[in-house]
């Protein structure tokens, strides 16, 4: 692409609409993931005996596992919804843009 298509894109509203949408949807999952870790870190600072809790009691598994596994497995559920709505929404929209100034 040349400079003309690259200020065309520049001066596009639907292209500051994509970067406006994108960046709010990559905020939203990036503080939804800080808090889920923030929640965890709280709970081993302050409710330590909650986490070393045993699941039942003939278990050598306590809740911290579990829930460690489940703050780690959210990250790849919280970037499975990030790559869906970028291959949808976020591609079309770009396929829009690059198709108008294209013309």
Not at 25 to 54: D, E, H, K, N, S
């Amino acid at each position: 692409m040349n400079d003309s298509v690259y200020e065309r894109i520049l001066a596009n509203p639907n292209f500051h609409e994509l970067v406006a949408k994108r960046s709010r949807f990559a905020w939203l999952l990036a503080a939804v993931m800080l808090g889920l870790y923030l929640t965890f870190i709280l709970l081993i600072a302050f409710a330590p005996q909650l986490l070393g809790m045993r699941i039942s009691s003939d278990s050598v598994i306590t809740w911290g596992i579990p829930l460690g596994v489940g703050l780690i497995g959210s990250a790849f559920v919280l970037t499975g919804i990030y790559v869906q709505r970028a291959n949808g929404e976020f591609d079309r929209l770009n396929k829009a843009i690059l198709d108008e100034v294209q013309k």
